[in-house]
């Protein structure tokens, strides 16, 4: 993975064509490497849970519509979403120097899902006690994602679990030294965290496919 990091570490001082052309092969030994980490990450994965294909995202950005016109992403990245209508949520892993990280969860829930986990965070406290067990907190800190500035509409501002009630992404985040990166049995590290969130993914399937009665619609 050493020659990942050098290589995103130079694109960052170089973003741009000439250089990327110049430096192909260095990129195209980068893409393997990473490539074959991700695939690692995704076989470890597979056996214990119901996973959509492995999405390995290119490092091409689309800058048609972005102030930023720098022609390459500063990273590799993944994803691998759980097996829809059945599974729900999805796992990514973010690769770059001094900024590599796990992310899991719901990063951009629709009208109804997010009305539907806020109607059961109303109703019980299941997701709060999740959220404050001991592999959760050790593993992830707290729940990441935007938020409203108040209370949602049709919610009381007063409420007990306002704080998770205001939320309209529900990520869980973990962050990687480049000294772990490097080590020889990475994957099985990465692969470690995204099964200690199972209990918060499995929670959220639950509740998505169910209605207030904890009956299948």
Do not use: C
């Amino acid at each position: 993975m050493q020659n990942v990091l050098d290589f995103i570490n130079k694109l960052q001082k170089n973003n741009n064509r000439e250089w990327f052309v110049e430096n192909k092969k260095s990129f195209e030994d980068a893409k393997e490497t990473v490539s074959s980490l991700f695939n690692h990450v995704y076989n470890e994965l597979k056996p214990v849970d119901h996973l959509e294909s492995l999405k390995i995202y290119r490092i091409y950005r689309d800058v048609r519509f972005s102030t930023d016109k720098t022609p390459y992403k500063n990273h590799f990245s993944m994803y691998i979403g759980r097996l829809q209508p059945e599974f729900r949520g999805g796992y990514y892993l973010h690769i770059e120097p001094e900024n590599s990280f796990i992310g899991i969860g719901f990063f951009d829930p629709n009208k109804e899902d997010l009305l539907r986990i806020r109607k059961e965070i109303e109703l019980d406290d299941e997701l709060e006690s999740i959220l404050n067990s001991k592999d959760i907190k050790t593993t992830f800190g707290t729940l990441e994602g935007d938020e409203v500035k108040t209370a949602p509409k049709g919610f009381d501002k007063t409420h007990e679990r306002i704080a998770l009630l205001k939320k309209k992404q529900f990520l869980l985040i973990h962050k990687f030294t480049d000294k772990e990166v490097l080590s020889l049995d990475f994957y099985k590290e990465a692969a470690n965290v995204f099964k200690k969130s199972r209990p918060f993914v499995d929670y959220m399937t639950d509740v998505l496919l169910t209605n207030l009665n904890g009956e299948r619609e």
